[in-house]
């Protein structure tokens, strides 16, 4: 069994487990496993179509499986497999969910980069450029 690391949002749908052992000889099928052990996060994962959601970023062993085979990406008994939801802005509580709750995700998108994070990032550059003089 392969080992499927769980962010902290998804962690209440696994009865808050960080980590989940599940069976399956490619990473679509330790993910079907892992949401027939953990039906609640079916709906976290995959759009009405079955498909994993777009926000959804799934690594084994540290690389992302959009560059490997995708859900058919093999996957062996020692291997680690980490889902790491996408981080973006939120929606009020108007709209009936969390703020920070992977529908939210879903209705604004992913932003890798707040504008504050960005501003930062750039005063980093100049700070690094002053010092070293360029």
């Known amino acids: 069994m392969a080992k499927i690391l769980i962010p902290t949002p998804l962690r209440p749908y696994t009865d808050k487990q960080d980590a989940v052992d599940a069976s399956g000889a490619t990473v679509g ?3 079907a496993d892992l949401t027939r052990k953990h039906a609640g996060l079916k709906a976290h994962l995959y759009n009405e179509q ?3 959601r ?3 970023n799934v690594y084994v062993n540290d690389e992302d499986i959009r560059y490997l085979q995708k859900e058919q990406t093999p996957v062996a008994a020692n291997d680690t497999v980490s889902i790491i939801p996408s981080v973006a802005g ?3 509580p108007e709209k009936g969910y969390d703020p920070f709750s ?5 209705e604004k998108g992913s932003y890798p980069f707040s504008a504050r994070a960005t501003r930062g990032i750039s005063s980093c550059r100049r700070s690094a450029s ?3 003089g360029s």
């Open 29 to 31: 099928e330790l993910l």
């Open 50 to 52: 079955g498909r994993l």
């Open 54 to 56: 777009s926000f959804v």
């Open 90 to 92: 939120g929606a009020g």
């Open 102 to 106: 992977t529908a939210a995700v879903a």
């Open 130 to 132: 002053t010092v070293s």
